[in-house]
């Protein structure tokens, strides 16, 4: 079946604009994950959400993160007055349930703010 | 989560057995050790996961020291297409549990060589 799918690939924007980076996770999964990787780095949680709710968003970095998953399903993250530190590979996981064993990750958004 | 300390690289021949170590001597009682590993490009995918036995599946073996303060991932024939970054990463399992996501650290680079 399909994996877990993240749109934009790749996303070029400039300082200070506004970013929505979408998520589709695995059919039936409830548990969704957001990390975010920097060049030579792991990968470092975001925020979680299991259903429609965030059940864990502490690792938001600021106010201009935030995070969404109206149905439960499709999770959009969303970036506003972007900063070039912001530039990073942003991934996606999802997860049957949240105790799961395997999180199942997207290859991830590109996104770099000149 | 409990850190864990993972050499910056590692190189073995192909066809040979590569033996990843792990030291996560903070460990808890209820954590588990996973491994994750990313090929250039693409998302973590996992590997392997134990509590304190000694666990095998299709892709490696992780052999858990008594005490549980360190591990070994062992790909029994490497291959170049195992070439990536392997991380340890011990993570509490279970239900309703606040600590879900995965906490990378630096992780091993794997560079399989012919």
């Known amino acids: 079946g399909a994996g877990v799918s993240q749109t934009p690939s790749n996303k070029v924007t400039e300082k200070g604009k506004y970013v929505e980076l979408r998520c589709d996770p695995i059919s039936g999964h409830t548990a969704l994950y957001w990390y975010r990787q920097s060049l030579g780095q792991g990968p470092e949680f975001l925020i979680y959400?299991?259903?429609?709710?965030?059940?864990?968003d502490s690792g938001l970095p600021n106010d201009r993160f935030f995070a969404v998953r109206p149905e439960g399903s499709v999770s959009t993250l969303k970036i506003q007055r972007t900063e070039r530190g912001d530039s990073a590979v942003y991934l996606c996981?999802?997860?049957?349930?949240?105790?799961?064993?395997?999180?199942?990750f997207g290859p991830g958004t590109r996104l770099t703010v000149l | 989560d409990a850190k864990t300390t993972q050499p910056t690289s590692m190189d073995c021949a192909e066809g040979r057995a590569a033996n990843l170590p792990c030291n996560h001597s903070?460990?808890?009682?209820?954590?588990?050790v996973y491994w994750y590993r990313q090929i250039h490009s693409q998302g973590p995918q996992y590997i392997i996961h134990g509590l304190k036995n000694n666990e095998t599946n299709e892709m490696a073996s992780l052999i858990i020291t008594e005490d549980r303060k360190s591990s070994t991932l062992i790909l029994p024939h490497a291959t170049l297409r195992d070439t990536a970054v392997y991380y340890c990463?011990?993570?509490?399992?279970?239900?309703?549990?606040?600590?879900?996501?995965?906490?990378f650290g630096g992780g091993t680079r794997l560079m399989v060589k012919p």
């Open positions: 996981a999802s997860s049957f349930e949240d105790s799961d064993n395997e999180q199942f």
């Open positions: 903070t460990i808890s009682g209820n954590e588990y």
């Open positions: 959400f299991q259903g429609t709710g965030a059940a864990d």
């Open positions: 990463i011990v993570r509490v399992a279970g239900y309703n549990n606040a600590g879900n996501m995965l906490t």
